[in-house]
């Protein structure tokens, strides 16, 4: 029911949301009012700071002059609009080409451009691009040109390496466990030969056996 609920507010917002279109380069998009001067440049950063201080020392002083900055400047906004209005009217003839007068007319009746929405199957056809359900990984090759690591190694340096704890096992699946429970008979190679020196033990079976019994515990 939890998702349920959730998934409903987010079709409700994806429908009602409009879609808001973010800019990536301000410095070559971005273009300023035509009625925009540096008066009222002038006006904006003086409500700002008054508002600043009146944030920080909330006097009926600071108060008194924050309104009096927030006057000023819908007053020289308000002028500048209406002349910018009136020399644009005065402006008009038969050269005044049609996209210009088309934004005209929209912006006199509140009509605003709609921006393309992004639709459920785009976005689930970028996250599958970006996060696939599957992807194939080479398995891993073992080698290295060390010729220690390359020789075979006895009992006691197995058992220095191995863990009190289980962790999560490799491809093959064996844990510290299943080596603790192997047997401690060592086993001769199945060809009856051996390295001098060392003893070889016969585990694959032990191991194969004890990977179908969980819960093994150190011995």
């Known amino acids: 029911m939890y998702d349920y609920f959730i998934d409903e507010i987010n079709k409700a917002g994806d429908q009602s949301i409009p879609f808001k279109k973010i800019c990536t380069n301000p410095s070559q998009v971005f273009q300023p009012k035509t009625y925009w001067d540096s008066s009222l440049s002038r006006a904006i950063a003086e409500r700002r700071l008054a508002l600043k201080k009146f944030r920080r020392n909330p006097i009926p002083n600071n108060f008194d002059k924050l309104t009096s900055k927030i006057a000023n400047a819908q007053r020289l906004?308000?002028?500048?609009?209406?002349?910018?209005?009136?020399?644009?009217?005065?402006?008009?003839?038969?050269?005044?080409?049609?996209?210009t007068m088309w934004n005209k007319m929209c912006w006199m009746k509140g009509v605003k451009p709609k921006y393309s929405q992004i639709t459920e199957s785009m976005k689930k056809d970028l996250l599958h691009s970006l996060t696939p359900d599957y992807a194939e990984y080479p398995q891993p090759t073992l080698h290295s040109d060390n010729e220690a690591l390359q020789q075979d190694f006895s009992l006691e340096e197995l058992q220095n390496c191995l863990k009190k704890k289980d962790t999560a096992p490799g491809d093959d699946n064996i844990t510290y466990s299943m080596i603790y429970n192997l047997p401690n008979e060592e086993w001769q190679p199945r060809d009856g030969k051996r390295k001098r020196g060392r003893q070889a033990k016969r585990w694959i079976d032990d191991l194969r056996n004890l990977k179908a019994k969980p819960g093994l515990e150190k011995k």
Do not use: K, L
């Not at 906004?77 to 996209?99: H, K, L, M, S, Y």
């Open 77 to 99: 906004t308000r002028r500048a609009r209406t002349n910018d209005w009136q020399g644009f009217c005065t402006q008009i003839d038969e050269v005044t080409d049609i996209p």
